[in-house]
């Protein structure tokens, strides 16, 4: 069913229980996974280039067909994610979800809000706590 998923990873409380469900994917379908970091800055690019042994770490050990990317946002954390699961042809995307007060929900929104209103395939929110 789910034979490429995409998870985003910022090493927050959220990203790591998408991981959780992102091994439960690959452990139950078999599928590739690709682990996306987006970098605002050649800075950040950089700070999470060294975080990829930590997010393939917390993926799992026994997940064999997992990768690492880094791609560059002008801003639109939503729509580089986005793109990326476009250009590498996922079928499902997985992303943590921070908890923002009211004011900044409806001020700033969030990539996985705008994921949800334009992705072409599954996104599944995973929020920081049950």
């Known amino acids: 069913m789910f034979t490429h998923v995409m998870v985003s990873w910022d090493g927050s409380k959220g990203a790591r229980r998408a991981m959780d469900y992102a091994r439960a994917f690959a452990e139950r379908f078999d599928s590739r996974t690709l682990v996306v970091a987006v970098a605002g800055s050649a800075a950040d690019a950089f700070h999470f280039e060294d975080a990829k042994d930590e997010a393939l770490a917390v993926l799992g050990a026994g997940i064999a067909k997992a990768r690492f990317a880094v791609v560059r946002s002008s801003g639109d954390h939503g729509a580089s994610l986005r793109s990326a699961a476009h250009k590498a042809g996922v079928d499902l995307i997985i992303v943590g979800r921070r908890q923002l007060s ?3 929900r409806v001020m700033l929104g969030g990539p996985s ?4 209103e334009n992705s072409a395939c599954p996104v599944l929110v995973v929020h920081e706590e049950d």
Do not use: H, K, N
């Open 113 to 116: 809000s705008r994921l949800l």
């Open 102 to 104: 009211g004011s900044a």
